[in-house]
């Protein structure tokens, strides 16, 4: 269904823009890794899944705002940056995301 777009566009068709719901994170699986997608608006952020407290399923977590929260301990991350709302050393990977077509396409380094 969905997978690499082609060789010469680094980028992973994902879902559908309109599958995604506002406001709501979202979890998915893609070449073995967790990931989750953040829809802020007409805006989409794709994210480690997996929080670094101690695993937590940030897929299931939920939006305050741009804000995702932990569903295990509500620890605090920026979906645009990844970055903790407390800690500077703690930071989620990003990953670039480009909607065409209706598509939203993620560049995963290792799909
Ligand atoms: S596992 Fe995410 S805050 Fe504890």
Same mark, same amino acid.
């Given at each position: 269904?969905?997978?690499?777009?082609?060789?010469?566009?680094?980028?992973? +068709?994902?879902?559908?823009?309109? $599958?995604?719901?506002?406001? =709501?994170?979202?979890?998915?699986?893609?070449?073995? =890794?967790?990931? *989750?997608?953040?829809?802020?608006?007409? =805006? &989409?952020?794709?994210?480690?899944? *997996?929080?670094?407290? *101690?695993?937590?399923?940030?897929?299931?977590? !939920?939006?305050?705002? +741009?804000?995702? &929260?932990?569903? %295990?301990?509500? %620890? $605090?991350?920026?979906?645009? !940056?990844? =970055?903790?709302?407390?800690?500077?050393?703690? +930071?989620?990977? !990003?990953?670039?995301?480009?909607? &065409?077509?209706?598509? &939203?396409?993620?560049?995963?380094?290792?799909?």
């Amino acid at each position: 269904m969905f997978g690499r777009v082609n060789t010469a566009v680094p980028f992973t +068709r994902v879902i559908k823009f309109n $599958e995604l719901t506002a406001g =709501q994170a979202h979890p998915f699986r893609v070449a073995g =890794q967790d990931l *989750v997608l953040c829809r802020v608006d007409d =805006q &989409v952020y794709a994210l480690d899944g *997996v929080c670094p407290h *101690v695993g937590g399923p940030l897929g299931h977590g !939920t939006l305050h705002g +741009r804000m995702l &929260v932990c569903p %295990w301990h509500a %620890w $605090e991350f920026d979906c645009a !940056t990844g =970055q903790h709302d407390r800690s500077a050393a703690c +930071r989620l990977t !990003t990953y670039a995301v480009s909607l &065409v077509d209706g598509d &939203v396409l993620v560049d995963l380094p290792d799909a």
